[in-house]
């Protein structure tokens, strides 16, 4: 019962923590238009949970 209790109380913390993610991707040479492929991909849904997350704090 005293870990449930505990874990409500640090839920909050935890759900505001900052997340850092990265991507190595080559972005020059042969290889580039892969490479451009690969961060778009990568950008695409970090843009749509931003955008979503805008869209919840304005309503």
């Given at each position: 019962m005293a870990i449930a209790a505990a874990l409500a109380l640090l839920?909050?913390?935890?759900?505001?923590?900052e997340v850092k993610v990265g991507i190595l991707?080559?972005?020059?040479g042969p290889s580039a238009d892969v490479?451009?492929?690969?961060?778009?991909?990568f950008c695409?849904?970090?843009s749509k949970a931003?955008?979503?997350s805008a869209d919840s704090r304005s309503a």
């Open positions: 839920a909050p913390a935890l759900a505001s923590a991707a080559t972005l020059s490479g451009r492929d690969q961060y778009m991909a695409l849904p970090l931003a955008a979503s």
